[in-house]
């Protein structure tokens, strides 16, 4: 069976939920979740700088990044486990600024999600999983930045039920230190 790959738009202009490619036959599945030029015909136009993964336990949330001044494009994908995946738009021009939207990116499923410039970006891990990045920019240590994953501004509703609770959330500790969307107001955008 042959799955093409396919665009899906989501609440906010640029961000999409795509199927990849996906061929299955008695040996299993050939997957191509990246190509420049099926990309460029769908309208996106991603700069493809450096690609890693995370692995992460579940109940973790790595959440809400972004990168300042050498924004990043980056094409997310769950490729193994399952993830609640959370996008925020910081475009302050823009008809869904601030607003969110959740995906759930899994194993399974094999949806990525295009995340556009200027979006913070987050998930809770709902079982163990590996989360693959493509990067439209290299990483810049000085401007990696986040907002707290429970901003009241936000209001993301995480789904902690399906980690038995929130009692049973991991959080590293630099993202339990990051600043309210408010400082962030504060300081960036005004
Ligand atoms: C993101 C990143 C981190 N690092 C380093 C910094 C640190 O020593 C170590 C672990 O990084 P972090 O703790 O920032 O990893 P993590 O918290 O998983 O950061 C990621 O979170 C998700 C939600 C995103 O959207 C990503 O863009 C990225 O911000 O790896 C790189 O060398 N290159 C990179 O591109």
Known sequence: MIQKFEFCKTDFEGAYLIKPFCATDIRGAF??????????????EHNLAEVFYTVSHKGVIRALHFQRVHEQAKLVRCIKGKVFDVIVDLRPDSPTF??????????????ELYVPEHFAHGYLVLEPSVVSY???EKFYGE??????YNDPDFGVEWPFDEIGGI???ILADKDKNLQSFKEFEEKYLK
């Open 31 to 44: 997957i191509k979740d990246y190509s420049k030029e099926v990309f460029e015909a769908n309208g996106l």
């Open 98 to 111: 601030k607003k969110w939207q959740g995906f759930y990116l899994s194993e399974e499923n094999m949806n």
């Open 134 to 136: 493509k990067c439209g």
């Open 143 to 148: 401007y990696d930045d986040g907002i707290m």
């Open 167 to 169: 009692e049973n959330l």
